[in-house]
């Protein structure tokens, strides 16, 4: 109801003041064509690295090439290769002991003390009698008066680790409350060490060595790991168990007491004094080549700087690992109709609406992100190594799973309170009688789980719109209802297949919305910022100067 008072006059305004002269038109159906060919059986799951992934790009180029827009990717090129390093152990090659202040030397059993890891860039450890500091969380967080690692100097030494952010009552709220923070990721607590000169990080389980879930996690470290692009390149990484952390705290007289103020924020990093490890371990390397691909439409005025449009092209392929035969008796091909094949045409539409609109005065990208599915690799990949400069990139707007629901009263977005993007969002949405949200699920922490994130690790104001559970038509009780029973019987299912009867009508007007924001950040000259309380506008402003 509230819709039809707002809608109209106030939107127009808003339309006009961004300066554009054409309106936009997005057609439900053209969106639900392009993901019913992309989700297809014959792209089998668009797994990287198969057919699927050369058939969804080489339809993706053709599109662009006949909308007229511009190769977008590095030296003139549609396609940004990214190389996955992909490591396993070798058997039998890890060893690990520690020695006392007295001298003695304790031999570990690797998978029952301690796991080991060298998945990093060599996928070789060596470390000799390195130090251990026992850092608590390993949060330095300024902007929260937090800062685990005081003045310690960690360079040459081991870190030890406790998982997850600090959520006792009285210090809950610096961490976003019910929401977790980028700092509870075990990728921000390696890349501070590391930062730091830590040759090592081992995560402390505050569990005994014979507790199930400890022995069970154990087994599985040795799996293949594929390297994050750009990950902190420590010697290595592993675990160890309450009762090793116990020994090494004892061997070294700490006193305990002092060690359970983790929690308090007046906690800051112990050496264990005169307490050493050695660790050897070997991986081998293979690698899988994926692709980004990237289109543009270059800015008239300021073209250096960019808007990006972000979504994952990928999923997650043909049974359980992925690269299976196409069963014959069941289905076993994870379409992933909603979670991409919709967001890739999301995309694929908005650069059809903004090439059709006044070129823009500055330059927007059209991100087609690979191996999100497998860590958000594609786009870290391209954070790492960016073809338009981080500094002067303006915003990353990024779709994943566009809603599938008749028109929705709320805009719900991830990370709400992160950056202004939001508020610019929020006029746009009133203006038609909606209204930002959070994202209604704490518990899934998902603002970490989306292309957006590498943009937001690096300091790029970005932006996910998600699904509106508050519909016009039914209000919450409908659209809840509707929504939890969408995403437990498709998410990450073969089921998540392309219907003729999906309704399009809320990922138009959420697209719609997005489209605005783009333009009028691409035709203005502001700079989104992130807010006071966020982790990341340290980050941002070490490069103000570039934004002069
Ligand atoms: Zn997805």
Redesign the pocket.
Known sequence: MLRGLFGGAAAMALVLSAGLASAQDFSAERISEGIRHISADDFQGRYPGTDGERMTLAWLQAQYEDMGLQPGGPNGQWLQDVVLKRFTPVAGAASASWTGPDGTVHPMTVGTDITLRAATNDGKAAIENAGLVFVGYGINAPERNWNDYGDIDVRGKVVIVMSGEPNSAEVAERFNGVYPTAYNSGAYKADEAFARGAVGVISLATVPATDAGWLRGAQFANRQRTLTPGAADLEFSGAVNHDVGLAWATAAGLDMATLGTVESGNFTAVALDGVTLSVAQEETIDSLTTHNLLARIPGTERPDEIIIYSA?WDHVGVGADHVSPVSTTEDNIYNGAW??AS?TIGILEMARQIKAAPQPERTIVFAHMAA??MGLLGSYGYAANPVYPLETTVADINI??LPLSGPTRDVAIFGLGQNTLEDDLATLAAAEGRVITDDRQPEQGFYTR?DHFPFVRMGVPALMTWHGVDWDEGGVEAGQAAWDARFGADYHKPSDEWSADWDLRSAVENLTLLYRLGLQLANGDEWPTWKPTSEFGARRAASDAARQ
């Open positions: 994952h979670d991409n967001g999100e599915e994943d799973m989306s």
